[in-house]
């Protein structure tokens, strides 16, 4: 989908790949019909390489991304940034050294839907948000290469794949308000944290003192229906997104809205797909590394949503409440 993403952008092109295998890089030969790679190393130096996108398996990224910036590359970084807070703190302080640009692949705020709730917030037309919930059901994730993401090694945990999206999303929506400094989380058993992935889980994100939000994530469940609500000081909002599956042509979107006049409206919204939201991310990226506009999510907003996940886990683990470890320090208890 990179390929094709990056084939949309007039100021970009792709001029080499890199694969980990013999298989892959054939494939990615054949599919781009340019010189591909097998070292890492050798890809980054050939002199073609301006920028890279990183999408490989999870506990690949922060170490590629690490490499690439030592090579004065800039990076789009496929979420998570790293499987751990410290390798995720490692890439933040490189890029900032370095002065290169670092996204994250949090493609969702490029899609119709989340644009539109964003705007809701920043018009102020339900005035400061106080408490939010994304609900996600869907159908068991695919496998990937290998079964990479049904592999605890690779994958990190599969919160890491699914609903880091929505860690992020929390913060992106709530964020401007106040920091995330806590989360509570509940787990279906404790098998998960032997095996990396999961069922079922939730969890509670505090943000500052009043405004909490919550996050549902099931992967055992058939189609794909994605709910919202967010309720304000002065209005509320809820919506969905549902299909048969996260590549469905067929979606039904809504957004509902009580603004702080009271006014209620209700607005269908055409989505664009994955393909475009990967695009509009993408080219967020290209304008920010060509000095023509601002980038979307960056490395610190990459560690914030790994930081949330990561409490998280600690709390299913712990039973209690565990705090976000900020990217400047520790956190107190």
Known sequence: MHVKAVSQIPDASLTAVCAGSEKSLREAEDETGLPGFIDYSEFLRSGDVDSVIIATPNYTHAGLALKALSEGKDVYLEKPI?????????????????????????????????????????????????????????????????????DGQRVGHQLLEEAIHYADLSNWLFGAQAKPLAVSGFIDGTEPFATGHLKSAFFVVEFGERSRFIVADTLEGFGSDLSLSIAGEMGALNGAVRSESDDSPDVESYLKLRDRGDRTSTTNIQMSGQLADLTASLGSFVAAVLGGGPQGATAADGYTSLAICEAALRSMQSGRTEPVRPLGGRSTD
């Not at 995720?88 to 996204?103: C, I, L």
């Not at 705020?109 to 059901?137: C, H, Q, T």
Request: glycine share 14%; aromatic share 14%; net charge positive.
């Open 82 to 150: 790293a499987t751990t807070l410290d390798d995720a703190k490692k890439v933040v302080d490189s890029q900032r050294s370095s002065g290169r640009v670092v996204q994250i692949g949090f493609e969702n705020r490029y899609s119709n839907f989340w644009r539109s709730v964003k705007a809701v917030l920043e018009n102020g037309d339900i005035g400061a948000p106080v408490f939010g919930k994304i609900e996600s059901w869907r159908f068991p994730m695919r496998g990937g290469s290998g079964g990479w993401k049904y």
